[in-house]
């Protein structure tokens, strides 16, 4: 009889342990990848490289340098190039193609994107023991190039890779937003840019700005056309108010807290300024840089990386020559509530590895993103625009230090604004912050940014900005981005539907088996009495 119950108690274990195991039906697993002792360099591999360029053929270039470099390196590796001209459109494709298991091997992507991507099954690589490894990890021993370490990445940005406690990718470019401002204009309606600039001001000055002559054109400018503070990424704009507000965005564990009384209070002042005709967007009104060049916008605020399509000497100016105003432009950090305690985003591309099934595959894909880290190829791709290197060795290198050394000296490679926008970043690695990244954080971070679009459309159209119509507004973007959804699938708290009929039944099964067991036991209790 004894063995007989151990054999009962024997399969009930083995039945919970099961039960447990597909309970977890709305649960995903991170890549599971095992690193080889060494790389196999006597097959041949063949990698795909998804990146984004801006359309910017001098950084089309550094790419094939960078892959013809790696390849004279690597000659049994070759890597594809495919190039984008928008994150969203790299998104949408790997979305794609991991449904179909046509990943890419290697993608410039946004940590933001990657905790989508790591929705599906065995998908991103997790780089924690890559980082480490002792022969292939950063700063490796059998590595072919001189390759960053670890403590060499600047500690901000790596922690911006960071997801559910690993690492999954690697920083490739980091930037922030500056403000860049028509300095002439400012002082021509009398006032002086302070040490910080603050929102005060911004708004201030922009009313000035806005004044008509009994004709309609502007006192300023002369035209008929001025825009005096025009915010290129709106998204950026509401989640760098709300931090320096300090108010709520989202938690670390995802849940959403945008729809609150500052979000409301931010979005009125906004309106107000929009009604005066002080404030646009770039989705509503153009590209920022096009107004400024054009002496129509005092302040246009953009991402440092966008740099060289600023001034009136910008390289890649898109208006017309004779379109463009002469005027002195100053680079500044974006406006503050609180001067003394700045707060600014830190954005940027970042590198991840797609899992395949050859592990040889998967680890001539991390030699070659790794690559991507060193100093000719960090160096090289910062000078083209106001990105800045995310390795300690490459900024503090002696080739980095003499190009932020030359600014002005020509408007091309050392083009004063963008080197300016390069080093308000280094000036401020310190003050900068990230979002919270889960999946659903993407879709957070487009619904910031459509409150202040809708509330823009709103006032130009002549519709009634209120408690209600913001109510509304609550609820249509909530709606708009599942943003209800989001919160509950990142918090653990999502309704992953009605269990399933077998494990209502091992459930059954397993409570009626105890019931016995114990039953038993009490039965040989008192017989032995």
């Known amino acids: ?124 690589v997790p780089l924690d023991d890559l980082f480490t490894d002792e022969n292939y990890g950063l700063g490796g021993s059998e590595l072919l190039f001189d390759s960053p370490s670890l403590e060499e990445i600047i500690p901000q940005f790596l922690e911006e890779c960071s997801l559910n406690g690993h690492y999954y990718a690697l920083p490739y470019m980091r930037s922030t937003e500056a403000c860049y401002i028509n300095k002439t204009y400012v002082e021509a309606l009398g006032y002086t840019l302070p040490e910080t600039l603050t929102w005060d001001f911004i708004w201030e000055v922009s009313e000035a700005a806005a004044k008509q002559d009994a004709d309609g054109n502007y006192v300023l400018n002369g035209q008929n056309v001025m825009i005096p503070f025009i915010y290129k990424s709106t998204d950026n704009m509401m989640i760098q108010m709300l931090k320096q507000k300090d108010a709520g965005y989202s938690t670390e564990s995802g849940e959403i807290q945008l729809f609150n009384d500052t979000t409301k209070e931010l979005l009125y002042t906004i309106a107000d300024h929009v009604k005066t005709g002080a404030f646009s967007t770039f989705k509503i009104s153009g590209y920022p840089a096009n107004f ?120 091309d490679v050392h083009y004063d604004v963008k080197i300016q926008a390069s080093q308000l970043l280094l000036d401020n690695v310190e003050n900068t912050f990230t979002t919270p990244v889960f999946n659903g954080s993407t879709s957070l971070r487009d619904a910031a940014g459509q409150l202040i679009e809708d509330v823009t459309k709103s006032v130009r159209r002549k519709q009634e900005v209120n408690d209600e119509s913001m109510e509304e507004l609550f609820d249509e973007v909530t709606s708009l981005y599942h943003l209800n959804e989001s919160s509950a699938s990142s918090t653990g708290k999502q309704d992953l539907g009605p269990m399933p009929r077998t494990s209502i039944i091992l459930l059954t099964a397993l409570a009626a088996a105890w019931v016995l067991i114990i039953a038993y036991v009490l039965s040989q209790k008192l017989r032995k009495k």
Not at 63 to 70: G, H, N, V
């Open 1 to 124: 009889m004894n063995r007989i119950w151990k054999k009962i108690s024997l399969g009930l274990v083995t039945a919970a342990a099961l039960l447990t195991l597909s309970g977890c039906h709305g649960s995903r697993e991170s890549a599971s990848f095992s690193i080889p002792e060494e790389f196999d360099t006597s097959r041949n591999y063949e990698i795909t490289f998804w990146a984004k360029n801006d359309t910017n053929k001098t950084q089309t270039d550094i790419y094939k340098k960078a892959i013809e470099d790696f390849q004279e390196l690597y000659p049994n590796i070759t890597v594809n190039l495919r190039l984008y001209t928008d994150y969203g459109k790299i998104y949408n494709d790997v979305i794609t193609n991991i449904s179909t298991g046509t990943t890419p091997n290697v993608c410039i992507t946004y940590p933001d994107h990657i905790a989508t991507y790591l929705t599906g099954d065995n998908t991103v």
């Open 292 to 411: 400024l060049n054009a002496g129509q916008c005092v302040f246009a605020i953009d991402s440092t990386a966008g740099a060289t399509w600023m001034g009136s000497a910008a390289p890649l100016s898109d208006i017309s020559e004779d379109s463009i105003v002469d005027f002195e432009t100053a680079v500044m950090a974006i406006p503050q509530f609180d001067p003394e305690h700045p707060q600014m985003i830190s954005q940027g591309p970042s590198v991840c590895i797609f899992n395949k099934e050859d592990p040889q595959e998967v680890l001539a894909s991390w030699l070659f993103t790794q690559y991507l880290l060193t100093n000719d190829v960090q160096i090289a791709y910062a000078e083209t625009e106001g990105y800045v290197p995310v390795t300690s060795k490459a900024q503090d290198s002696a080739e980095y230090q003499d190009y932020l050394s030359r600014a002005g000296e020509d408007n």
